[in-house]
């Protein structure tokens, strides 16, 4: 597992909370926010980490937009950090 990817990926989400995010988006980020810490800051075995990657993933899948251009980014590149990392715990 790419620790610096996880980190990335953290990273990013966290970001998303300096920014000005619809109300709705904020549930969905804060949580996978949370859960993505958790793995990267974790030592958890894979099929855990496995897991927690995938409901990072569906969290995400129920952003659409957050109304801020710079959190959509972060979104983004959230979403294709996950899609890299899962593969690999598979």
Not at 38 to 62: F, I, T
Request: net charge negative.
């Amino acid at each position: 597992m790419n620790e610096t990817r996880l980190r990335d990926l953290y990273d990013h989400l966290a970001a998303t909370a300096e920014r000005p995010v619809e109300r709705t988006a904020s549930r969905w980020l804060g949580e996978a926010e949370a859960i993505a810490g958790e793995v990267a800051d974790g030592n958890m075995d894979a099929p855990v980490r496995r897991e927690r990657l995938e409901k990072v993933g569906h969290l995400l899948a129920n952003v659409e937009s957050t109304g801020d251009e710079a959190a959509d980014e972060h979104v983004a590149a959230a979403r294709t950090i996950v899609e890299e990392l899962l593969p690999d715990e598979g």
